[in-house]
């Protein structure tokens, strides 16, 4: 773990301490801010997922930076099918990146010299990176002896306990003897500033291969080749991470100037919020977008990732279940090595990551447990354990058992349970500065319909501890051929929850919107073979492809404000054979911005898509277009 084996608390200083307006110590990424190897990296990964006979984009090395190599190894397996054991696959990569230093060793500009400053000026220096030991030693064994009283790396680290874990730095900190909020660290990756973030250091962010959002305690640099003592001393001027400022660093040549600019986080539809995360704010009119991100469509949605997250508030990740009352796990057909990337991807981006809780158990088993307070606050509690293990920016509640399978004569002893329930869980989410998003089924307008609809969520009651409720206003049909959101059930369903909640929490409404469709038989001719598929799912990716390879001239429905087309399947095997007509229907790009609309005349705060990776191109950018264009307004003309 370090230069000298000695424990840290037992060391002498290695030089003078400090001058006291100087950091009591600094801490160094390596890649990619003391040493610029990430293209090094990226060589040898390319080298061994092309020797399984594959490709490595430049999306999934990207993706992984900053990851402890054991995670990345993982990413590997998943996405490069690299057929080798996470271990072996970790020092393939080493050899290839080590082969390459061992020519040349690309240290960043002003690294070095910056380093030799503190060392002159006696302020302890550790290297706290995520590589391994036998990486670490050539870059050391290139600097002259002494630069780092100690040097942390990723194998030397608890398991589990890596970047962006505050742990490494918490370990530098104490090997530097010093407290970490009187510590600058120094780093390039997403992942690493929150890692030190976290530990409570100052952190001076060099973008390199990922893009630095500017938050609270990061000051940014364009580059260390001006940096200087005085400079890192000056990030002590302002509030700590955790204020509710964000400052930018911009250093010109000497004589040197800094100038930190303050910005006040903006606050949109939101009374709890852990910063915007550099999002501009959005034109009068327009409407948030949160979306789900099952995983099963993972593949696609990280290909897209670059252009889908900078134009969301929240994601949800769709692959968590409670299913007891401290029990909270990931769906057992979740690729362990895609979640745990995507999860990264979006906690290094600008939305805020607000995974999904669905009820997993049984009829009546989550209605019991918010019966009783005792296991309600139990409950609680393990949703909130849960929040600080994937270190959340919120959660979203999608507990349907409560409509679909308890069944209706249940409602009126849950509902005010479960209103007691999101009352005690937002409390205690927002304590730790997190929000509570609830997905539920709709209400309908009674005075149209006859029928108010899943009333036993109550949506008035919570409207108030709540910072957004998502209306899943769609899968109108599903036991029986049908429309996926029919354009005038679209409308009792926001007019019902529009009457049902105080106008002053509208903006915490949330249009749930499709860009999928069903697949359905219609007709059966014959006896069909057990291999005969029933109903299935098309998607706004998928369908064009579908009506080309089978024939259908797709119509579209005015009236439903969806598209759709017939075909012929026939479907043998050795003993039976059958004729299917089936009929596709979906909603599309033109039918998304058209419920976008209605949310968005309302006065909604906001849409909600289901979900990334079902929506093509199209799709994508009539979402975009029609929830951030100003509102029109209507006049007599």
């Known amino acids: ?48 997922v092309e020797e399984f006979g594959h490709e490595w984009p430049d999306h999934h090395a990207h993706a992984m930076v900053g990851f402890d190599l054991l995670d990345s190894a993982a990413y590997m397996q998943e996405h490069g099918h690299v057929d080798l054991p996470a271990e072996e696959i970790v020092n393939r990569l080493l050899d290839g990146v080590i082969a390459r230093l061992h020519r040349r060793i690309p240290w960043r500009a002003g690294a070095r010299e910056l380093l030799a400053d ?17 990486f670490v030693d050539p870059v050391m064994d290139a600097l002259p002896a002494g630069s780092f009283v100690a040097t942390i790396t990723g194998d030397e680290v608890p398991v589990g306990k890596g970047k962006p874990d505050p742990e490494p730095y918490l370990l530098g900190a104490a090997a530097c003897r010093a407290h970490p909020e009187d510590c600058v660290a120094i780093e390039d990756s997403p ?12 952190v001076l962010g060099i973008p390199n291969v990922k893009e630095l959002r500017p938050e609270p305690g990061l000051t940014l640099a364009s580059s260390l080749d001006d940096v200087r003592i005085d400079d890192l001393a ?37 009374a709890v919020t852990r910063g915007d995360g550099g999002r501009p704010p959005l034109p009068p009119g327009a409407v948030e977008i949160d979306a789900w ?38 769906d057992e057909n979740a690729p362990g090595g895609l979640t745990a990337g995507f999860l990264q991807r979006v906690q290094d981006s600008s939305a805020r990551l607000v995974p999904s809780i669905r009820d997993q158990m049984p009829a009546g088993g989550m209605a019991a447990i918010l019966a009783d307070p005792s296991t309600r606050a ?126 002053q929490y509208h903006h915490k409404l949330v249009l749930g919107v499709p860009s999928y469709g069903t697949n359905w038989v219609v007709s059966t001719v014959g006896e069909c073979p057990d291999s005969a598929e029933g109903r299935t799912g098309v998607t706004a990716r998928s369908v064009e492809a579908l009506a080309e390879r089978r024939g259908g001239g797709p119509t579209f429905d005015a009236v439903t404000g969806e598209w759709s087309f017939t075909y012929s399947l026939t479907v043998d095997d050795d003993t039976s054979r059958c004729v299917q007509r089936r009929k596709v229907q979906w909603v599309d790009a033109e039918g998304i911005a058209a419920r976008v609309e209605i949310a968005r005349h309302a006065g909604w705060g906001g849409v909600a898509l289901w979900a990334l990776g079902y929506d093509d191109d199209a799709a994508w950018q009539s979402l975009v277009t029609s929830s951030h264009a100003p509102l029109a307004v209507e006049t007599n003309d």
Request: charged content about 20%; proline content about 8%.
């Open 118 to 134: 503190l060392n002159a000026a006696g302020v302890p220096c550790a290297l706290v990176t995520m590589s391994w030991r036998r």
């Open 191 to 202: 992942t690493g500033v929150r890692s030190a973030l976290r530990a409570g250091c100052r």
């Open 378 to 503: 139990r409950h609680v509690e393990a949703i909130i354990d849960f929040a600080d293990g994937l270190d959340a920016d919120g959660i979203d509640l999608d507990y349907e058992q409560f409509a679909f399978a308890d069944g209706g004569a249940s409602w009126a002893g849950t509902s005010p349970n479960w209103v007691a329930f999101v009352s005690e869980l937002a409390a205690a989410l927002h304590r730790d500065g997190r929000t509570l998003t609830v997905s539920i089924p709709p209400i309908y307008d009674v005075e149209t319909t006859g029928d108010r609809g899943y009333w036993v969520y109550d949506q008035a009651a919570i409207a108030e501890h709540v910072d957004a409720i998502r209306i899943m206003a769609y899968d109108f049909s599903v036991a029986e051929p049908g429309p996926i959101a029919p354009i005038s059930w679209v409308q009792q369903v926001v007019d019902g929850s529009s009457k049902e909640v105080p106008e």
């Open 234 to 270: 000056r990030l002590f001027e302002n509030p700590p991470a955790g204020a509710a400022q964000r400052r930018e660093l911009q250093i010109a040549r000497r004589p040197l100037l800094l100038v930190a600019t303050l910005i006040v986080a903006l606050v949109v539809g939101y």
């Open 1 to 48: 773990m370090s230069q000298d084996d000695t424990p840290a608390s037992d060391r002498p200083p290695a030089t003078e301490p400090p001058a006291a307006d100087l950091p009591a110590a600094v801490l160094w990424d390596m890649d990619g801010t003391l040493v610029d190897t990430e293209p090094y990296w990226f060589a040898s990964e390319r080298d061994l």
């Open 293 to 330: 991100a099952p995983y099963w469509t993972l593949t696609d949605i990280i290909v897209d990732a670059d252009s889908r997250l900078p134009e969301l508030r929240e994601v949800s990740p769709f692959w968590f279940g409670a299913r007891g009352v401290s029990e909270i796990v990931v």
